[in-house]
């Protein structure tokens, strides 16, 4: 399954992004998809999941009340709103299937088959 990431660029704090994924031609309905960053020097960490069959939510912590990730009706993108965005969240950002449908397993890198390129979120101070 190839995922195409969209969406990231240059934003001031306390602007919006939208981030989308897509895996042309295929549904994400047996899946569930996760967003996940990374920081300059930090390791890859989990910020949203999705159930797409069902879509069950769940997120970090630190974007709590600040980003929604959604699905499309068609069930063939998923998107990462990010709204109130802060400089610390500034990173890749990778969007990811998990086949396996683990939900306990939502927030852990291992748990995803597929990755998407990552596309580049900034915010400026």
């Known amino acids: 399954v190839q995922l195409q990431a969209s969406g990231g660029g240059l934003v001031q704090a306390g602007g919006s992004l939208r981030l989308s994924c897509a895996a042309p031609?295929?549904?994400?309905?047996?899946?569930?998809m996760g967003w996940f960053r990374q920081a300059p020097g930090k390791e890859r960490e989990f910020v949203a999941v999705i159930r797409v069959s069902g879509s069950t939510t769940d997120y970090a912590d630190s974007v709590k009340g600040r980003f929604t990730i959604s699905s499309d009706n068609a069930k063939t993108t998923v998107s990462l709103q990010m709204n109130a965005l802060k400089p610390e969240d500034t990173a890749v950002y990778y969007c990811?299937?998990?086949?396996?449908?683990?939900?306990?397993?939502?927030?852990?890198?291992?748990?995803?088959?597929?990755w998407g390129q990552g596309t580049l979120v900034t915010v400026s101070s």
């Open positions: 031609g295929r549904t994400l309905r047996t899946y569930n």
């Open positions: 990811a299937a998990d086949r396996g449908l683990i939900w306990s397993s939502r927030a852990c890198l291992e748990a995803y088959d597929y």
